[in-house]
């Protein structure tokens, strides 16, 4: 019999976890694209990052319940495989190595380039965008290959650097009187626009999901709290509501500095030099610049584990080979390299297409509707095992639940809507790792 986890935290650890995963770099460089998403309109801007709050709190409390039921090793995967077997949590697993992980990797090291250069004052061409985008990923891949700990060091370093340009930007932005027009003042595209409003409103719900990405680890803490059943939900309502209010503080802000159309046009950057100058500008990137390499170690360490879960599963394309350990750095080697490759291939493609926001919004979407899977599992889990042990139940049950199933298949279908090249060439991808399921061996030995 497995041993469980003793509960040693309490809610400030718990609240402090929830914040911390949470909060990365997306919300420095999604203001822009969701203005546009919302049709320039700054009311449904705002009432995007709301509603994407709310959803990620009655997300949490329902993923939490099957996260403190089945406190297994994989998070996610080990509860989809609870519920619906061992198929479909490969493919979260397959879905995770080939589209999630290393797009994410990739859109990190394409805005960590993007901040980088606006820190260094120069030109951004093409050329210097690639080559500090490829320097990053190196690096990183190098850090977390090679060494034992120093990804660790990085991320800890970065954990810090992340709070201070969001408190800056939205303190300095509520004492600017810049907008004379007004914080909602209709733009001159979205008073001529003929969209419907509640699409409007869906399309900007799927790039606010990349900010608030990261809220379904939150139940694999649960295991470990002193007092599950009053501190995982209170940590969750209090956490993702505080990154709610700290992501709509920031953006009513930046609508202060600038109306929708011009801060589309002057984006982040121009918010800053508006309001600090030059020279204030560059101490707010440089601790973008140092959130947004922390946030990238961390995806990188994260990453180059799941090819080698799947292959010590036996699931994965050649497992015997990527499942093997570097004696003397104790790392998944190959694993890494593999992802290294995946990771060159979806930068490579953001550059050809010119989109790269499109490869972090479909891959977050994508997941989505996994996690709409998860929120189901609560309900079946409930009739399949009603004598389980759940240490937490969601509340309001199955109202919230079924609440958070309709937001997370929503995101999937407005997304699909917004992208839909990128979102069915996904979905094949997702299903196409069937072919190496069916072919893997039974186990492998790591």
């Known amino acids: 019999m497995a041993e469980k986890l003793k509960g040693k935290y309490g809610f400030s650890v718990a609240f402090s976890m929830v914040v911390g995963i949470v909060i990365g770099i997306g919300i420095f460089f ?25 959803i990620s ?29 061992d198929k479909v949590a490969y493919m979260v697993g397959w879905a995770q190595a080939v589209i999630y992980c290393p797009a994410i990797v990739a859109i990190l090291a394409y805005y960590f380039a993007v901040f980088t250069m606006e820190f260094m004052g120069v030109e951004a061409t093409t050329t210097l965008h690639m080559g500090i985008s490829v320097a990053a990923i190196l690096v990183v891949f190098a850090t977390n290959t090679f060494t034992k700990k120093a990804g660790g060091i990085v991320q800890t370093i970065a954990t810090a650097a992340k709070i201070v ?11 600017s009187n810049n907008n004379p027009e007004g914080v909602f003042a209709m733009s001159e595209a979205a008073k001529t626009s003929t969209e419907s409003p509640l699409l409007l409103f869906g399309m900007a719900l799927v790039p606010v999901m990349f900010a608030f990405d990261g809220w379904i680890y939150v139940g694999t803490i649960s295991g470990e709290l002193k007092n599950v059943k009053k501190d995982l939900p209170k940590a969750i309502i209090l956490g993702l509501g505080s990154i709610t209010l700290i992501y709509t503080l920031l953006n009513i802000a930046l609508l202060k500095v600038f109306p929708a159309e011009q801060l589309v046009e002057q984006g982040m950057f121009g918010v800053a030099n508006q309001l600090l100058g030059p020279i204030g500008a560059k101490f707010v990137f440089l601790g973008i610049m140092v959130s947004a390499f922390g946030g990238l170690n961390g995806f990188t360490l994260v ?31 190959r694993s890494c390299g593999l992802m290294f490759i995946l990771v060159m291939g979806y930068l490579a493609a953001m550059f050809v297409t010119g989109n790269a926001d499109v490869f972090g919004d479909v891959p977050v979407a994508l997941f989505w509707v996994f996690y709409s899977l998860v929120f189901m599992g609560v309900i079946i889990l ?14 309001l049950y199955p109202v919230i ?7 997370g298949l929503s995101i999937g279908i407005y997304a699909t809507i917004s992208n839909p090249s990128y979102m069915l060439i996904s979905i094949a991808a997702t299903l196409g790792g069937l072919v190496f399921y069916k072919k893997a061996p039974q186990a492998v030995s790591a």
Do not use: C
Not at 31 to 49: E, L, R, Y
Not at 303 to 315: F, K, N
Not at 401 to 407: C, F, M, Q, R, S
């Open 401 to 407: 639940p079924i609440l958070a199933i309709i937001g």
């Open 303 to 333: 990453s180059t584990r799941v090819p080698y879960i799947l292959a010590s599963e036996g699931h994965f394309p050649a497992s015997e080979y990527i499942s093997k350990i570097d004696e003397a750095t104790e790392q998944p080697m």
């Open 57 to 85: 709190i009655l997300s949490g409390l329902t993923a939490a319940e099957i996260g403190a039921a089945v406190p297994e090793k994989g998070g996610i995967i080990a509860w989809i495989r609870r519920v619906y077997g």
């Open 30 to 54: 999604k203001a822009a694209p969701v203005i546009v998403a919302s049709g320039m309109n700054p009311k449904i801007t705002v009432a995007a990052w709301v509603a994407a709050g709310v």
């Open 165 to 175: 340009p969001l408190a800056v930007i939205t303190i300095f932005g509520f004492m």
């Open 382 to 395: 409930r009739k399949k095992e009603p004598n389980l042990e759940r240490p937490y139940k969601v509340p």
